[in-house]
């Protein structure tokens, strides 16, 4: 297994974590995800152990909370072999004061973490998305407290924008508060804005890249081709798919490149997936998710090998797309805006 530094830290995380939405199938949402149970979890999480994954990435709404608690149980004898990344911010209650970044609901919903995961810390912290209606301030003086209580190790955002994590910085460099040292970011061959901001965002403030749903929700896996039905078992078709709307044209434009890399590597379509992920500047982990064992196993396989520059380069020639204002002038410019080394 791989390791890289996590952004600005001492942290050494695996180059794959193991992501437990699919725990519990707590509603009709994440059951389209998995419903995977303390027993099945102890299997995959040994699997994921003997191939030296050992960071494992939940957050508190993963179910209401049921997925820490199967995380937690299936974990138990582990914790001082693993890893552990939870989440705050969204909605965990009816209440005014059950959502958001602030003091009074980080502190809570960290305790409830840590009780639900049964353990006395959490390695990787995240503000699972950035809360326009709190202060910064106040949300990272919560979080620095967090660290100094020993609660949290690191801090980490998701979901930012790069004004919204460039202000957090910013902040935390002001006042000598813990910075967040990884963004968790929605990024894959088939959606690729990531690149226009936060990832030169990341480059120069040395914030590393965690890559949530690196398949697109499956659209990447292989199954998903031109003139055949999309797969009903598939979490676009369940309901539990994110990101925009697929213009499938593009999609299968991407997947017929895969095929010829697939081809030429010996590998599935999604394992070439992944291992471009893993060649893209600040890229530091991805979180992959399974439903059984051997998707765990084919996942497991993306890595101890590399696509070539030239096949790195084919893919990116068919996943690109124009980049929206100010980033398409920006790149009339590569001279004053250079653009991220990736080869």
């Given amino acids: 297994m791989e390791y890289r530094q996590l952004g600005a830290s001492g942290l050494k995380v695996p180059v794959l974590s193991f992501g437990t939405a699919t725990f519990g199938g707590g509603n009709e949402f994440f059951k389209a995800w998995g419903s995977t149970q303390v027993e099945e979890a102890k299997k995959l999480i040994n699997l994921c152990l003997d191939a030296g994954v ?24 582990l914790r001082n072999r693993v890893l ?48 326009g209606t709190t202060p910064v301030e106040e949300t990272l003086r919560a979080l620095d407290d967090l660290v100094t209580s020993g609660k949290i190790r690191y ?7 790069g004004w919204h994590l460039m202000k957090s910085l910013s902040v935390s460099e ?12 929605y990024y894959s061959l088939l959606n690729r804005e990531f690149e226009w901001e936060l990832m030169p965002l990341g480059i120069d403030q040395k914030v590393s890249t965690i890559v949530w749903s690196p398949l697109a929700s499956g659209q990447l896996s292989g199954k998903f081709r ?33 095929d010829e890399v697939a081809e030429e590597t010996g590998k599935s379509v999604a394992q070439v997936s992944l291992n471009w992920l893993l060649q893209r500047p600040t890229v530091a982990n991805l979180v992959i998710g399974a439903r059984n064992e051997e998707q765990l196993k084919q996942n497991l396989a993306a890595i101890g090998w590399n696509l070539t520059t030239e096949q790195v380069k084919k893919l990116d020639t068919a996943s690109e797309v124009d980049p929206i204002y100010p980033y398409w002038h920006q790149r009339q410019n590569t001279t004053l805006n250079p653009l991220p080394v990736k080869y």
Avoid at 155 to 161: E, R, V, Y
Avoid at 232 to 256: C, K, M, W
């Fill in 174 to 185: 002001r006042y000598g508060w813990s910075r967040y040292v990884a963004h968790q970011a």
């Fill in 155 to 161: 801090i980490a955002a998701s979901n930012f924008s």
């Fill in 84 to 131: 552990i990344s939870s989440k705050a911010t969204f909605t965990m209650g009816d209440g005014a004061n059950d959502y958001g970044s602030s003091r009074y609901h980080l502190i809570q919903q960290c305790e409830a973490s840590l009780r639900r995961l049964n353990t006395d810390h959490i390695d990787v912290y995240h503000m699972h998305g950035f809360d």
């Fill in 226 to 258: 031109r003139g055949q039905p999309i797969p009903e078992n598939s979490r676009t078709v369940q309901g539990g798919s994110h990101g925009p709307a697929t213009n499938f044209e593009h999609l299968y434009n991407i997947v017929d490149a895969l």
């Fill in 54 to 77: 050992n960071f494992f990435d939940t957050a508190n709404v993963y179910s209401r909370g049921l997925s820490e608690e199967i995380l937690g149980q299936a974990l138990e004898g």
